[in-house]
């Protein structure tokens, strides 16, 4: 499956953005996709998971509450909305996917685990 990310842009603190990320040359339905994201210097950081099968969700508890994961199978997407976005939440958002199938509660995910990654999408978020 090839995956392609997009809707990243430069947003004030406070402010929203909905990121994308559309599936081809696979069927959707069958793999579990997630969102990372890594700021300059850091290493690549989960931020959520939509799993396959039931589409159970799990987000981590950075962005609890402010972003939320969700899936379109028909449409081969998998969309990540972000909400009172702050300076820190700068990063390249990376989308990813593995046949792997996930419970719900994960707070972390290593990256290692999703075979699948988009090309990324820089969201910058001004103070």
């Known amino acids: 499956v090839q995956l392609q990310a997009s809707g990243g842009g430069l947003v004030q603190a406070g402010g929203s953005l909905r990121l994308s990320c559309a599936a081809s040359g696979g069927t959707l339905s069958l793999y579990s996709v997630a969102w990372f994201r890594q700021a300059p210097g850091k290493e690549r950081d989960f931020v959520g998971v939509?799993?396959?099968?039931?589409?159970?969700?799990s987000l981590a508890d950075s962005v609890k509450g402010r972003f939320t994961i969700s899936r379109d199978n028909a449409k081969k997407t998998a969309d990540l909305q972000m909400n009172s976005l702050n300076p820190e939440d700068t990063a390249v958002y990376y989308c990813?996917?593995?046949?792997?199938?996930?419970?719900?509660?994960?707070?972390?995910?290593?990256?290692?685990?999703?075979?699948?990654w988009g090309q990324g999408t820089l969201v910058t978020v001004s103070s």
């Open positions: 990813a996917a593995t046949r792997g199938r996930f419970s719900s509660g994960h707070k972390t995910l290593n990256p290692n685990a999703f075979a699948y």
């Open positions: 939509t799993s396959w099968g039931g589409g159970v969700t």
